[in-house]
Each structure stands twice: as structure tokens, then as C-alpha cells.
């Protein structure tokens, strides 16, 4: 309760802040301003920092849960049926975790959330249809890049001075589970899918090229 | 500083001679007492510097000694400046925002008066004892500064007020539902362009020059931002930009509605309010339920092509 009036107030100081100081600064190009600028500058790519970890994260979770769902359409009934579930709640509970971190942080969810809809479904689906070797190859594919990708969050997050234990032991946890679903794959008989390793790589491209737009857009 | 303000009130006097045609006999007849003026007296730099601001700002005598006294200031500042502290350059640039505010805030004293234009700006300088030319730190168009300061404030004061409802022990707005509190936001912060409803139109012209509109955006989408976050709307897909964009379209026409709004205490802009807004949750709910039934169809689809 009471943060958020405290929020409210440091919104109402960085927004006056924010309509005026740039223009002081193109009115006197002193090394006065330069210092005092440079501090809000800090402060902005911090915010900035944030705010694209949470938009990129909420989007791979919402994907990734996206991907289950489609696996289990094929696979539901299988031996693998049950474990593949579990996955999927745990993905979901991801989710679930960083749509509260979407509200309580104010960030702009990415706008492709309706293509990862449709395109982490269709490959799910795609890959479980191959048989469940290829399905299992997906999941270690994407979950390499995941678990990657939370490290360079962790990176970056130490290099810029960002002290959010919460967010940073959120992100912490989440990458256990996902290289715990990476060896869960392999142990199921990933590697033995056709075209392994060039259908590997090309689901990793993908994953990249998601995790890029959905960091900026 | 006193060249800066020199140049300033140069491009002033540009712009006000090029925007006005009618003035162009006044402009010469200024000239001519110019002229004469600097032939008789035999002035320092100082009084002449002060001759060429009374000329340009068109001041009134009264305020003579007060502009020496901001001259003498202008100077001492200077010369205290190599002595100054990290800390207090902190002070200066907080000193300096504080008074653009300062100015802002006056200046909305003689909106209703002038309108939303630089001579209301003018005479919250003059009004504060400075020169009419200090508005030259606002920037170029110190009245598009004038109604953007104003936007933004509103929002900030909509944004407090629905927090402190929100939050108080009397719990106001506990048993309103998330229609009931997207109504009242919408008429609060309609009502804060009340005072000012006989001009309003001339600042939402300001707002949308395209020239401006890509400082003024920002403020209509922290508007809606703050609005969808304060009544607790926690959706965080495509639906977070659905809404958005749904609430800047029913903000921007019931502002244009209550421009022409002539019946009493704007009961007819509070009635539209209502009756959108209850078009806009329709709408939601309408799409909500066509997804639904799009995944129950594509669900049934996929078990067919599986057998």
C-alpha cells in the first residue's frame, strides 16, 4: 500500500524531471549538467534493463507453455504423456510469475505474444507428430536457449549494479527448472530423433530470433 | 548570459514581427524611438545592454529597477560559479527546473485570459518580476510547453487522488466494480479541463501538431497506463495494448464531446462517458468469448486430423 504511493510520488519527480532537464541540457552545455545528467541516465537504463529482461522472460514462458500444449495435443496419451504435463504446469507456473512481475513492475508485455501463441503450439505439435524423439529434441533445443539466455540476464543485471533480489533469484530458479526439462529430454532419447543435430539447430535459431524481438518490440 | 537573453528576444522580436502584419507600423515607430535614443545618450555597455531589453520586451517603467537588480544578480551568480560544489551543482539545475515550474504554474492564472499562447506566459514573467523574455528557458514554444505542463500535471493529480482513494482506510472505492472505477477515472480527469473548457480546444490543436505530437504521446499513454493499472486490470498480453488503445479512443472522443457540451454541469459528457465505456467492456468480453471459441474449434479440429 504504502510503496505505492511512494511509487506514485517518485513517478510524479521523474516525470517533471524528465519534461525539462533535457532541454537545460541543450540550453547549457556545461560539465554542471553533464554530472547530473549522467545520474539520470544511469537510472534510465536500469529501468530500461528491466523492463526487457520482464518483457523477454514473460514472452519465452508464455512460448515455451505454448509448446508443451502442443506437444501434449499429440503425445497426451503416450508413456511420456505424464511428464510432458508436468513440464507444461511447470512452465505455466512460470508464466504465472512473471504476468504478476508484468503488473507489479509496470512493463510493456511484447506485442508478438499472438504469434508465439500460434507458433510455439504449431511446433509442439509439428515435432510430437515426428514421433516423440523429435518432440524431446525440441524441448532440449529451446531449453538450451532459455538456460543461456537467463545467464546473460544474470550478467547483465550484475554489470549494471541492479540490486532486485526477487527478480534475480526468480530468474536463478526458473533456469534450474529449465536445464532440469534440457536433461529430462536428453534422458528420454532425444539425441535419437532424425536429423538430430541440424534439426537442433535450426529450432535454436528460432528461439534466438524470438528471444531478440520479443526483448524490443 | 546577458548575450543569450540578447539572442532570445532577437528571434522573439523576429517571430512576432513576421507573425503579424498588422503591428508592421507600430515595429517601425519602435525603430525610430530606438534610434533617437541611442544618438542622444552617451551609455555604458551596461545601459546600453538594458535600453535593447526595455526596447525588446516592451516593459513597462515600473519595472526598470527590478531589472537591475536581476542584472546585478546575473552577475554575482557568475562569479560565484567557479567556486561552486558538486552538491550545489545539483542545487542549480533543481533550482533552475523549479522555476520553469514556478513560471508554468503562474502562467495558468492567464490562460483563460489569453489563451494558450506565449503571451500568457509573458505576463506570469512579468507578474513573478522577471522579464518577459525568461520564458525563453522554456524553450521555443513556450506555449506548447504551457499546455503540455498542464496535461502532465493532471494526470499526476488523477493518478495521487485515485491511488489515495484507493488506499485510504474508508476503503471508497472497495465496493465499485472495474467498470464503475474506469467511469469515475474518465469524468475526474475530465473534470481537471473544467476551468479551462472555453479554451481547451486551442491546446488540444497544440498537442496534436504533428510538429509536437511525439512529446505529447507519451503523456496519453501513461494516462491510459495509470488508468488500467489503478483499477487493477493485470492483463499482460495482447489485450494489455487492446485496452490501451480502446481507452485512448474513448478519452480522445469524450474530450471532442465535451468541447460542444452545452447542458448544465456537463451532465450529457458524464452520460456519454457511461454509455461508452460500457460499449468498451461489451467489446472485451465479445472478443474474449470469440477466442474462446476459436481454440474449442481448433481443439476439436486437431483431435479429428489425430484419429
Known amino acids: ?217 | 548570459m546577458i548575450s543569450n537573453i540578447l539572442k532570445k528576444s532577437n528571434s522573439l522580436f523576429l517571430r512576432s514581427t513576421l507573425s503579424s502584419n498588422k503591428f508592421t507600423n507600430v515595429t517601425i515607430l519602435r525603430n525610430s524611438l530606438f534610434l533617437n535614443n541611442n544618438n542622444n545618450d552617451n551609455n555604458t555597455n551596461i545601459k546600453q545592454t538594458y535600453n535593447k531589453i526595455n526596447f525588446f520586451s516592451t516593459t513597462v517603467p515600473n519595472q526598470n529597477e527590478k531589472i537591475e537588480l536581476k542584472q546585478e544578480q546575473i552577475k554575482q551568480e557568475q562569479q560565484q560559479q567557479p567556486e561552486q560544489q558538486p552538491e550545489q551543482q545539483t542545487n542549480k539545475i533543481n533550482n533552475e527546473i523549479e522555476l520553469k515550474i514556478k513560471i508554468l504554474e503562474n502562467s495558468l492564472k492567464y490562460v483563460n485570459s489569453y489563451g494558450w499562447t506565449s503571451e500568457a506566459v509573458s505576463k506570469a514573467c512579468i507578474e513573478m518580476g522577471y522579464p518577459p523574455i525568461t520564458q525563453g528557458i522554456l524553450g521555443e514554444d513556450s506555449a506548447y510547453e504551457l499546455a503540455l505542463y498542464f496535461v502532465t500535471k493532471c494526470n499526476t493529480d488523477l493518478m495521487i487522488k485515485l491511488s489515495d482513494a484507493e488506499n485510504s482506510e474508508q476503503q471508497l472505492l472497495s465496493g465499485l466494480s472495474k467498470k464503475e472505477k474506469v467511469k469515475l477515472a474518465l469524468k475526474l480527469r475530465l473534470s481537471m479541463i473544467k476551468p479551462f473548457i472555453g479554451r481547451w480546444s486551442e491546446a488540444m490543436q497544440l498537442l496534436a501538431n504533428p510538429k509536437n505530437i511525439v512529446n505529447s504521446s507519451p503523456s496519453m499513454l501513461t494516462l491510459v497506463d495509470n488508468i488500467w493499472y489503478l483499477v487493477g486490470d493485470k492483463s499482460s498480453d495482447f489485450d494489455w495494448y487492446a485496452k490501451r488503445g480502446l481507452l485512448i479512443a474513448l478519452y480522445t472522443s469524450a474530450e471532442l464531446f465535451m468541447l460542444s457540451d452545452t447542458s448544465v454541469d456537463h451532465s450529457n459528457t458524464w452520460r456519454f462517458v457511461d454509455d461508452r465505456v460500457d460499449d468498451l467492456i461489451k467489446t472485451i468480453k465479445f472478443k474474449n468469448d470469440i477466442e474462446e471459441t476459436v481454440g474449442i474449434t481448433l481443439n476439436t479440429f486437431l483431435q479429428k486430423i489425430k484419429k
Open chain 1, 1 to 217: 500500500m504504502n510503496s505505492l504511493i511512494k511509487s506514485t510520488k517518485f513517478l510524479k519527480k521523474t516525470n517533471i524531471i524528465r519534461s525539462y532537464c533535457t532541454k537545460t541540457n541543450n540550453n547549457n552545455n556545461t560539465n554542471i549538467t553533464k554530472n547530473v545528467l549522467s545520474e539520470i541516465e544511469k537510472e534510465k537504463l536500469k529501468r530500461q534493463i528491466i523492463e526487457r529482461i520482464i518483457r523477454v522472460d514473460h514472452a519465452g514462458e508464455f512460448g515455451a507453455a505454448r509448446i508443451y500444449e502442443g506437444q501434449l495435443a499429440v503425445l497426451a496419451n503416450t508413456k511420456e504423456g505424464p511428464l510432458i504435463r508436468e513440464m507444461a504446469d511447470q512452465e505455466k507456473e512460470h508464466q504465472a510469475k512473471f504476468n504478476q512481475l508484468i503488473y507489479e513492475k509496470r512493463v510493456r508485455p511484447t506485442i508478438l505474444s499472438p504469434i508465439w501463441n500460434v507458433a510455439g503450439f504449431g511446433l509442439g505439435y509439428v515435432s510430437a507428430l515426428m514421433g516423440k524423439e523429435a518432440a524431446m529434441a525440441v524441448t532440449v533445443a529451446v531449453e538450451t536457449v532459455i538456460s543461456d539466455h537467463y545467464n546473460d540476464q544474470l550478467r547483465q543485471l550484475n554489470d549494471a549494479g541492479i540490486d532486485d533480489k526477487e527478480l534475480k533469484e526468480t530468474i536463478k530458479k526458473f533456469r534450474d527448472d529449465e536445464l532440469e526439462h534440457m536433461h529430462i529430454g536428453i534422458e528420454h532419447d532425444a539425441e535419437l530423433a532424425p536429423l538430430y543435430k541440424p534439426f537442433s539447430e535450426l529450432v535454436k535459431v528460432g528461439t534466438k530470433t524470438a528471444i531478440w524481438l520479443s526483448t524490443r518490440v
